[in-house]
Structures are given as C-alpha cells and as structure tokens.
C-alpha cells in the first residue's frame, strides 16, 4: 500500500482510461497526485481519490500548452512542496481511419502537438525540478504503434515512435542526475480512445475476438497499464532507465503468424 510513499506525481490524461487507472494507484500507494486534463472529468478522478482517503487536487489544462505544463509544475512544487514523478501519458489517436496520403500537414500537427511536443514539454518541465533535487522519475506513455506499423494511424504511429526515442534521448541528456525516463507501450486497452472499437465489435458480438492476435488471446484493462507506470514511478524501479516497455499480452513478441509449428 506504501509503494509511493511520501512521493509527489503528476498524471496527465487523468479524466479517463490509463491515466484514470494510474491516478487511483499512485494515490492508494501513498502519492499525492495532480491529476492534469483538458476534460473536466478530471473532477471525478480527484473525487474518486478523495472518497478512497487519497490526496490528489485537479488540473484542466492543455498538455501540449508549455503555459499549461509550467503551470501543472509550478502547482505541485507550490501545493505539495516537490515533484518526484511525471506520468506524461495524455493523447490522442487523431486521423481517425482516413487514408494516409489523404492526410494533410495540420492533421499531423494537432497529433505531433499533443502525443510528442506534448511529453517533450513534461519532461523538460519536470526536470526542471527533479534535477536540482537529484532525484526523479518521468514515465511516457507511448504505443506498441510506435514499435511496428498496423497499430494505428500514420500521424499516432510516428508520434508514439517519437516517445520511444524522446525517453532514449532525454534518459541520456538527464545521465548524472538521478533523474530516470522511461516510456510505457500498451496494447490494445479498453479506454475511451478505443471505445468506438469496443461498441462496434460489441454491437457485431465480436468484442471477444478484440486481442487475438496477442498469445494471451485477450485485451488488456487500464489496470494493467497502471501496475507497470507504478512500478517504473517507483524506487523498485531504481535501475531502469531509457527503456520502453511493451504491456501488450506478447503482441510484439512475434511475427505475425497464424499458428505455431508443433502445436
Ligand atoms: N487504449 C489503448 O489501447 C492504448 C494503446 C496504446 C497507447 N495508448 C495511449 O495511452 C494514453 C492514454 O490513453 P487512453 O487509452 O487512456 O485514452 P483515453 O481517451 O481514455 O484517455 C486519454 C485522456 O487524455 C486526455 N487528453 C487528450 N489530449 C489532451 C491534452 N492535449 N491535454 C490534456 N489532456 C488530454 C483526454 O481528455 C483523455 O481524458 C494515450 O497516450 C494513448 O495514446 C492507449
């Protein structure tokens, strides 16, 4: 129950789905937590903490706003004295299922603007005040789209392939100083972001099929993204650094074969 005792965390994306999850953990593990969205549902969240006996307080700001993310910042040193941990896991699938050479450069934009600026902006911003303190965890949220292509759209995919390398890229810019970035791949996850999936399968009685293609043969719950962003915010997780982790049932594990030799 203690995991993140004593520990300051923001969670942007907090209104719904992964950062919801990671909210309500961070908070059962002993964080306070500022919970950050553009949605006023990031009300509920902070209420759900709240009425649990956690502390969090709610932010309706802009993740990819560097106002908004100075702002988010400023308000966990000024109300809680220090930050520890920045969950920077807010996004957006964009595009929707337009064909790629339909896309133009501003559908691009508002995703790069969110998915990539947007976590490049909480790292520079948190490190602003874990580097002076020598001690810190960021945590991303990126995509097994960022891994291979078929896992989204043309602009979601690069922007997800862009966290991986940020977390690379600032875990080292960051090396001497304590400070660890590491970035999380999900899986299909039952959210608000693939809800459209979810009713549709459902409505066609296929949502037991969502997830096959993974060996554990099923999708996963924001839970389950939760139990690993704990972990890498976590001290147990003092060692890891620069990584991207995939939570995904073994999707990417394999090749996209049909079945398997001797079964
Ligand atoms: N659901 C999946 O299958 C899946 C898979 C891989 C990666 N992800 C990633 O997980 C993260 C969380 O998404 P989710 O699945 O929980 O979806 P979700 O839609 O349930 O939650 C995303 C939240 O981010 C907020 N948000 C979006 N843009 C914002 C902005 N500019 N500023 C502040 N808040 C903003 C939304 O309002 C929403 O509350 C995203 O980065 C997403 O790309 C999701």
């Known amino acids: 129950m203690d995991r ?13 789905g992964i950062g919801r999850a990671s909210s309500k953990l961070f908070a059962a593990e002993g964080a306070k937590v500022v919970c950050v969205d553009r949605a006023a549902g990031v009300e509920d969240t902070v209420k759900a903490i709240k009425e649990a006996g956690g502390t969090a307080l709610a932010i309706t700001g802009d993740a990819s706003s560097e106002a908004d993310v100075v702002k988010v910042v400023d308000t966990a040193v000024k109300e809680f004295g220090k930050l520890d941990i920045f969950y920077a896991n807010a996004g957006i699938s964009g595009g929707g299922q337009r064909p790629f050479f339909e896309l133009d450069a501003s559908e691009w934009r508002a995703v790069l603007e969110v998915n990539l600026i947007g976590v490049f902006l909480a790292i520079k911003h948190a490190a602003r005040v874990m580097v002076p303190n020598k001690k810190g965890s960021i945590v991303c949220t990126a995509s097994v789209a960022g891994i ?23 875990a080292n810019y960051l090396a001497g100083t304590n400070v660890r970035v590491n970035a999380i791949c999900p899986g299909i996850i039952e959210t608000g972001m693939t809800k459209p999936i979810f009713d549709y399968a459902k409505q066609r009685g296929t949502a037991d099929k969502i997830g096959q293609l993974n060996p554990l043969k099923r999708y996963g719950v924001p839970e389950e993204i939760a139990n690993m962003a704990l972990f890498l915010a976590s001290d147990e997780a003092s060692y890891v650094n620069g990584q991207h982790i995939a939570v995904d049932g073994g999707l990417t594990s394999s090749m ?6 001797g079964r």
């Not at 996209?256 to 030799?261: A, H, M, N, Q, S």
Request: hydrophobic share 40%; glycine share 20%.
């Open 4 to 16: 993140l005792k004593g520990k300051v965390a923001i969670v942007t994306g907090a209104a719904s």
């Open 148 to 170: 291979r292509s078929g896992a989204g759209g043309g602009p979601y995919s690069a922007s997800k392939a862009g966290v991986i390398n940020l977390t690379t890229t600032a």
């Open 256 to 261: 996209p074969v049909t079945g398997r030799i």
